[in-house]
């Protein structure tokens, strides 16, 4: 039956509780959480007590679901389903991901696209009318819905907690869990990633043992990457850290600009990135390290007799000194390098690995660099710059900016990364004025602008966005010259109120604000228009498929400077 159907490809959550609600509810799905689950109602005994709001994850808003709801220690109540009385016609009866039901990272796979991209359209214009704004989005461009990320952060969790070490069930690498992001789900595969970085997943998943029995023919190819026997040093390498020390892993790939229907993966590279514990939590590894390591000295008869035999007093004389100094910068960065050379056996995609250390990323392996061909240009991205998560979708946003573009225009970029779409415009654009907070990403712009041509139509500043772009805005107008357009791409957290205020003290013709949160898009728009005239049409761009995420293009055309009177009425 169709009820036997959906209810076979429901999720399936564990959750740690205080105090379960095991009693199984009915509930109606209403409306969408943040993080894509399904919300709904508990109605309580008292019928003076408001109703406790509920996340049902896998679920739709219209559907009617039987699930079984679990208080977490947070006071969060989750409900597990255990049948579909009434399904969506908008649920994708086919999910080929075997890690959905436990994975976090692609919330509403069981959507189908045609309604993800419906759902995300009422989501952006819900965000623009609470901020008092009636925008409409006037197009939205789709995206592949497998092997469109480019860049992927996998957490990494060793848990054995003083016991004897598990490979297969202790040591994690993989994304958070739907229902905590405290917990990690193993992943095998990643078909929403790239193939070089699915190939490197799938080998770091082989490497600690781990294998899904799920979809197995579909979606684990073990032809794809070395026998896992030979990929034991992996997770060796990894576990002799302190604790591992290492907490995230994360995979940039590169597409040397391979035609549509070429084979892509044998021009991709891979750059791994990872990332450590601080000072503080990396000595507390180390002793729970050694206190693990002490544990099994005691469970192997065999090693306990060596070492008293070779004089346990000076042994143990030794890891009581190296509890009180976690492992020096030379020594940490030696474990490191050798690291390194291991992870790089996993896939010849693997071009350099890095370390973060402080705000700096540190080389220890190959090249730190990313060669990205975009819009038919070559460019170079390093490990501290920003760039997009879709390749492909950053390219049509890309081509739709430059699209606005005029010949002889003067045109400024704000939070402009490694510069990429500054050259872009710098090939179309009289001049272009860009700005950018971190050194590295600036130092590749200048790269790439060299490289394409472009460096005496482009000028690169470093610093903050609120301190540089009112004087360079206030040079331009005692000039008597005036700024064609400013682009904004600024991080989730949106632009400072100083950044605004120079937008409406010394107004372009232009304004092109893209961001991945709608919610303070909408903010900083309704302030802007607060302070001047300005029409607002809204593209979204969806570089995020199988989740609630968008990236929003707001195009803003100048219509006039609001008197004071006007903002005082409003």
Same mark, same amino acid.
């Given at each position: 039956?169709?009820?036997?159907?959906?209810?076979?490809?429901?999720?399936?959550?564990?959750v740690?509780?205080?105090?379960?609600?095991?009693?199984?509810?009915?509930?109606?799905?209403?409306?969408?959480?943040?993080?894509g689950?399904?919300?709904?109602?508990?109605k309580?005994?008292?019928?003076?007590?408001?109703?406790?709001?509920?996340?049902?994850?896998?679920t739709?808003?219209?559907?009617?679901?039987? =699930?079984?709801? %679990?208080?977490?220690?947070?006071?969060?109540?989750?409900?597990?389903?255990?049948?579909? #009385?009434?399904a969506?016609p908008?649920?994708?009866?086919?999910?080929?991901?075997?890690?959905?039901?436990?994975?976090?990272?692609?919330?509403?796979?069981?959507v189908?696209?045609?309604?993800q991209?419906?759902?995300?359209?009422?989501?952006?214009?819900?965000?623009?009318s609470?901020?008092?704004?009636?925008?409409?989005?006037?197009?939205?461009?789709?995206s592949?819905?497998?092997?469109? +990320?480019?860049?992927?952060?996998?957490?990494? %969790?060793e848990?054995? %907690?003083?016991?004897?070490?598990?490979?297969?069930k202790?040591? !994690?690498?993989?994304?958070?869990?739907?229902t905590?992001?405290?917990?990690?789900?193993? /992943?095998?595969?990643?078909?929403?990633?790239?193939p070089a /970085?699915d190939?490197? /997943?799938?080998?770091?998943?082989?490497?600690?043992?781990?294998k899904?029995?799920?979809?197995?023919?579909d979606?684990?190819?073990?032809?794809?990457v070395?026998?896992?026997?030979?990929?034991?040093?992996?997770?060796?390498?990894?576990?002799?850290?302190?604790?591992?020390?290492i +907490?995230?892993?994360?995979l940039?790939?590169?597409?040397?600009?391979?035609? &549509?229907?070429?084979?892509?993966?044998? #021009?991709e590279?891979?750059l791994?990135?990872?990332?450590?514990?601080?000072?503080? !939590?990396?000595?507390?590894?180390?002793?729970?390290?050694?206190?693990?390591?002490?544990?099994? +000295?005691?469970?192997?008869?065999?090693r306990?007799?060596?070492?008293?035999?070779?004089?346990?007093?000076?042994?143990y004389?030794?890891?009581?000194?190296? &509890?009180?100094?976690?492992?020096?910068?030379?020594? %940490?960065?030696?474990?490191?390098?050798?690291?390194?050379?291991?992870?790089?056996?996993i896939?010849?995609?693997?071009?350099?690995?890095?370390f973060?250390?402080?705000?700096?990323?540190?080389?220890?392996?190959?090249?730190?660099m990313?060669?990205?061909k975009?819009?038919?240009?070559?460019?170079?991205?390093?490990?501290?710059s920003?760039?997009?998560?879709?390749?492909?979708? =950053?390219?049509?946003?890309?081509?739709r900016?430059?699209e606005?573009?005029?010949?002889g225009?003067?045109?400024?970029?704000?939070?402009?990364?490694?510069?990429?779409?500054? $050259?872009l415009?710098?090939?179309?654009?009289?001049?272009?004025?860009?700005?950018?907070?971190v050194?590295?990403?600036?130092d590749?712009?200048?790269?790439?602008?060299?490289?394409?041509?472009?460096?005496? #139509?482009?000028?690169?500043l470093?610093?903050?966005t609120e301190?540089?772009?009112?004087?360079?805005?206030?040079?331009?107008?005692?000039k008597k010259? +005036?700024?064609?357009?400013?682009?904004?791409?600024?991080?989730?957290v949106?632009?400072?109120?100083?950044?605004?205020?120079a937008?409406?003290?010394?107004?372009?013709?232009? /304004?092109?604000?893209?961001? $991945?949160? =709608? #919610?303070?898009?909408?903010?900083?728009?309704?302030?802007?228009?607060?302070?001047?005239?300005?029409?607002?049409?809204? &593209?979204?761009?969806?570089?995020?498929?199988?989740?609630?995420?968008?990236?929003?293009?707001?195009?803003?055309?100048?219509?006039?400077?609001?008197?004071?009177?006007?903002?005082?009425?409003?």
């Amino acid at each position: 039956s169709n009820r036997a159907m959906y209810t076979s490809l429901l999720v399936k959550t564990r959750v740690s509780c205080s105090h379960p609600l095991t009693r199984h509810f009915q509930f109606k799905v209403t409306e969408f959480g943040d993080r894509g689950e399904g919300l709904s109602r508990l109605k309580p005994k008292n019928p003076v007590s408001v109703p406790r709001l509920v996340y049902i994850p896998g679920t739709i808003p219209g559907e009617t679901v039987v =699930a079984e709801t %679990q208080e977490k220690k947070d006071g969060t109540v989750v409900g597990e389903v255990t049948s579909i #009385e009434v399904a969506s016609p908008h649920r994708q009866t086919k999910i080929r991901c075997p890690h959905y039901s436990q994975c976090g990272a692609c919330s509403i796979m069981h959507v189908k696209y045609s309604h993800q991209r419906k759902v995300k359209t009422t989501l952006v214009e819900k965000a623009f009318s609470m901020s008092g704004l009636e925008t409409y989005v006037t197009a939205f461009h789709p995206s592949e819905r497998k092997g469109f +990320r480019s860049t992927v952060s996998l957490m990494v %969790q060793e848990s054995s %907690q003083g016991r004897r070490f598990d490979r297969e069930k202790d040591f !994690k690498i993989g994304y958070a869990h739907k229902t905590d992001s405290h917990i990690i789900t193993n /992943i095998s595969s990643c078909r929403v990633s790239t193939p070089a /970085i699915d190939r490197v /997943i799938r080998g770091l998943s082989q490497s600690i043992g781990y294998k899904t029995n799920e979809f197995d023919t579909d979606s684990f190819d073990t032809d794809s990457v070395e026998d896992s026997s030979s990929l034991d040093h992996v997770v060796k390498g990894l576990s002799s850290l302190p604790l591992s020390g290492i +907490r995230h892993i994360t995979l940039k790939a590169s597409s040397q600009g391979v035609k &549509e229907g070429e084979n892509t993966e044998e #021009e991709e590279s891979v750059l791994v990135m990872l990332s450590m514990e601080g000072k503080k !939590k990396q000595k507390k590894a180390a002793k729970l390290q050694l206190q693990r390591e002490k544990n099994e +000295r005691k469970r192997d008869e065999k090693r306990r007799q060596r070492f008293i035999e070779e004089g346990i007093e000076d042994e143990y004389e030794e890891r009581e000194r190296r &509890e009180e100094k976690v492992e020096t910068e030379e020594d %940490q960065k030696k474990t490191l390098e050798n690291l390194a050379l291991q992870i790089r056996k996993i896939s010849p995609t693997i071009t350099g690995v890095v370390f973060r250390n402080g705000n700096s990323w540190e080389v220890l392996s190959g090249s730190p660099m990313l060669h990205q061909k975009i819009c038919g240009r070559e460019f170079t991205v390093s490990a501290g710059s920003f760039f997009q998560t879709n390749t492909r979708q =950053a390219e049509n946003l890309y081509k739709r900016i430059l699209e606005l573009v005029n010949p002889g225009d003067s045109v400024v970029e704000c939070y402009s990364g490694a510069g990429i779409l500054s $050259c872009l415009i710098g090939t179309k654009a009289r001049e272009v004025i860009s700005m950018e907070y971190v050194q590295e990403a600036t130092d590749d712009a200048k790269r790439n602008a060299e490289k394409n041509g472009v460096s005496s #139509e482009c000028q690169f500043l470093t610093g903050d966005t609120e301190t540089i772009l009112p004087g360079v805005l206030k040079e331009k107008k005692k000039k008597k010259e +005036r700024v064609s357009m400013v682009v904004l791409n600024p991080p989730r957290v949106g632009v400072r109120e100083g950044v605004l205020q120079a937008l409406a003290d010394f107004p372009p013709e232009k /304004i092109v604000y893209v961001s $991945c949160n =709608a #919610e303070t898009l909408a903010r900083d728009i309704s302030l802007l228009l607060s302070m001047a005239h300005y029409s607002v049409s809204i &593209e979204i761009f969806d570089m995020f498929p199988h989740t609630l995420h968008s990236e929003v293009m707001a195009i803003m055309h100048y219509t006039g400077k609001k008197t004071t009177s006007q903002a005082r009425k409003e």
